[in-house]
């Protein structure tokens, strides 16, 4: 089983308790002894999933948007970044340098190309930006990878 995430970052500290424990339980519950999860491993909610992939014993695989996207993120993620890309087992890139809106949507494309289900972190509004969280699962359902949403009931970005 291939797993990939997208989500929205920037989260209060509640809602982000309240998705790190539905992420857990969503890994947690996957049986599939070859679980393979795929990330991007920007802060928040890429990389939480990624975490618990590792913690699962399952394999972590990476899509980089871009060559410059660790740069993009911020500094006090990229140790977290860092970590988990010495973990990963595999590395998928788009061939993009600048780490734009284009390059994630890009990112995006490619990772749910490479999963049998997306997870989505996702409040059901649309996208703040081109490449946001509805963007992605949008793609997502028009090539019929299914999209799992992993919201706290009544949470607020």
Do not use: K
């Amino acid at each position: 089983m291939r797993v990939g995430i997208t989500g929205h970052r920037g989260l209060d500290a509640t809602v982000e308790q309240q998705v790190r424990d539905l992420l857990q339980a969503a890994v947690r519950n996957t049986e599939d002894a070859d679980l393979v999860g795929v990330s991007c491993i920007a802060d928040g909610p890429d990389s939480w999933f990624a975490e618990y992939i590792v913690e699962h014993g399952g394999r972590l695989e990476v899509v980089l948007p871009a060559e410059e996207y660790r740069e993009g993120l911020p500094e006090g993620h990229w140790p977290v970044y860092d970590r988990l890309m010495a973990q990963a087992s595999e590395v998928h890139r788009t061939g993009m340098v600048t780490s734009d809106s284009a390059a994630h949507m890009a990112g995006s494309e490619i990772l749910v190309g490479l999963v049998d289900e997306l997870l989505a972190v996702w409040d059901g509004q649309p996208a703040r930006g081109f490449g946001g969280t509805a963007d992605v699962v949008s793609y997502s359902e028009r090539t019929g990878v299914p999209v799992r949403v992993l919201w706290p009931e009544g949470a607020q970005r």
